[in-house]
């Protein structure tokens, strides 16, 4: 076994996982914007309607249930129990 040898199978699993993850396209970026824009523009509307102690319990409750909902699944299911805890974090 040479040095080159080494190296080259080193280098294909790196090539493998790379292909795995997920490409970062113009949908990608016009789904994270108008998803960050609706809850920020959420947030703006609780804050000015409600003041802050409220719109902060609001959030609170929200990422208490996401976080809830997380904790309590048995198993990995993709989207329906990951994505809430982090949006409201």
Do not use: H, N
């Not at 016009?30 to 409220?54: C, H, I, N």
């Amino acid at each position: 076994m040479t040095t080159g040898d080494v190296a080259g199978r080193l280098r294909a699993p790196a090539r493998a996982a790379v292909s795995k993850v997920p490409e970062i396209t113009a949908w990608f970026w016009l789904a994270k914007v108008a998803s960050t824009g609706m809850g920020e523009a959420l947030a703006d509307w609780l804050y000015f309607r409600y003041g802050t102690v409220p719109t902060a319990a609001f959030g609170a409750i929200l990422l208490i249930g996401a976080l809830g909902l997380q904790f309590g699944s048995r198993r990995y299911t993709s989207g329906s129990t990951g994505w809430p805890s982090s949006r409201y974090a």
